[in-house]
Nanobody, 125 residues
Framework: QLHLLESGGGSVQPGGSLTLSCAAS????????IGWFRQAPGKEREGVSC????????EYADSVKGRFAISRVNNKETVELQMNNLKAEDTAVYYC??????????????????WGQGTQVTVSS
């Protein structure tokens, strides 16, 4: 059974950067479409970005376009979310999610079958 592991969260000042990673224990993510989501306290889960299994197609929420970049690294076994120029409103728990045998990606939560436990990102001065 696929288990997703997020890492890279932490605290950073506004304008700073963080890189989140999503990997799987005992599995390669090469055959999975991956999405990144976030949930702030009192708010609904929001789709942030996604990437197809080849790494050729990506999507971003309007709120992060131009600041965040999703990519596959380590022979496509890990998916990173590079977050630059972070703002206070980016503070949330960030989750990665996966779905197998898909030919596109989506920032809709219902598209994904497997979820990680999340990693906290806090942007504060």
């Amino acid at each position: 059974q696929l288990h997703l592991l997020e890492s890279g969260g932490g605290s950073v000042q506004p304008g700073g950067s963080l890189t989140l990673s999503c990997a799987a224990s005992k599995f390669s993510l090469e055959d999975y479409v991956i999405g990144w989501f976030r949930q702030a306290p009192g708010k609904e889960r929001e789709g942030v970005s996604c990437i197809d299994h080849n790494g050729h197609y990506t999507e971003y929420a309007d709120s992060v376009k131009g600041r965040f970049a999703i990519s596959r690294v380590n022979n496509k076994e890990t998916v990173e979310l590079q977050m630059n120029n972070l703002k206070a409103e980016d503070t949330a728990v960030y989750y990665c999610a996966a779905v197998e045998h898909a030919y596109f990606c989506s920032t809709s939560a219902g598209f994904y079958h497997v979820w990680g436990q999340g990693t906290q990102v806090t942007v504060s001065s």
